[in-house]
């Protein structure tokens, strides 16, 4: 139960579509699976944010810290994933499926939040 | 029935997805480090491939590449596209292969390699002459699996062939 929210209903919640698809999965698991044997930075080196294949690497420029936004092709959820670059190590702050444009500034307040809470604790 | 059919159809043109991503990526960087490597700017290279620095630029990143355009790149630096087609346990090879044959490697074969702290070409190397060393006939077939018989201690762990153990006896 929640305290503080009177007569609000308690539901169980089941999502009606996967969290990802299988071909986006696929996507995200090839691009995790080159920054374990590359690295992140050479990820960021190889994609395109200007073209029109994915994946797609961006620095986010409206976020405090040095985030990073990947999207995969998709015809549903268009995800994207907001991840920094932890010395080499791609730390993963949050992910979106939504068919926005851009990324919402509370979701990149949140990831900066996020950040700036690892780095006080020396893991970034 | 019919369904199940397009389902599996379906769910092969999404994982093909993740294949190209992957594709995409390894293409993209090993051309990034040949030219890097070599020494070569981005306009360098442009001039020699008479094409601007923007299309080398673009070779370089993961996108959407033309064979003609990627060989041609290649080239340049004394490099090859060796390609295979591989469907069930049948494999291919569609790249010229006089110089260098591509087979497919059981799984095991990159944790084998490990345990003697190779790398999968170094211990296929490795195995092939030592096989060959040891009079151990084998075929080589790019349509064909090297297999590999962990039984023969030779040379440590392994031998080359399709059971080299039969064909040597």
């Keep these: 139960m929640f305290s503080g929210i009177a007569n609000a209903k308690q539901v169980t919640r089941k999502p009606k579509v996967p969290a990802l698809t299988t071909g986006e999965n696929s996507q995200l698991m090839s691009c995790l699976k080159f920054i374990e044997a590359h690295g992140v930075k050479k990820l960021e080196n190889v994609t395109d944010p200007q073209g029109e294949v994915v994946p797609k690497v961006e620095r986010i420029k409206s976020a405090k810290g040095p985030l990073l936004e990947m999207k995969v092709k998709s015809s549903m959820h268009n995800p994207r994933f907001i991840y920094v670059d932890c010395n080499d190590v791609a730390v993963f702050l949050d992910a979106f499926k939504k068919k926005t444009q851009k990324l919402l500034k509370i979701d990149i307040e949140r990831s900066d939040n996020r950040y700036a809470d690892l780095k006080s604790r020396g893991d970034c | ?169």
């Design chain 2, 1 to 169: 029935m019919n369904n199940s059919i397009d389902a599996a159809t379906a769910e092969r043109r999404e994982l093909l997805e993740g294949k190209l991503v992957h594709l995409r990526l390894e293409l993209a960087l090993v051309m990034q480090e040949l030219r890097e490597g070599s020494g070569l700017t981005q306009s360098e290279l442009a001039s020699r491939l008479k094409v601007q620095q923007p299309a080398v630029a673009k070779l370089e990143r993961a996108g959407d590449h033309k064979l003609e355009s990627l060989m041609r790149y290649l080239c340049e630096f004394d490099a090859d596209l060796l390609m295979a087609v591989k469907q069930g346990d049948t494999t291919v090879q569609v790249s010229d292969d006089e110089e260098h044959l591509l087979v497919a490697l059981p799984r095991e074969v990159d944790e084998w390699a490990a345990e003697q702290d190779l790398d999968l070409d170094e211990f296929v190397m490795q195995a092939v002459s030592d096989a060959h060393a040891a009079n151990q006939r084998y075929h080589f077939d790019p349509a064909s699996y090297i297999v590999f018989s962990p039984q023969n201690e030779n040379y440590g762990v392994y031998a080359v062939t399709q059971d080299i153990r039969e064909r040597a006896a």
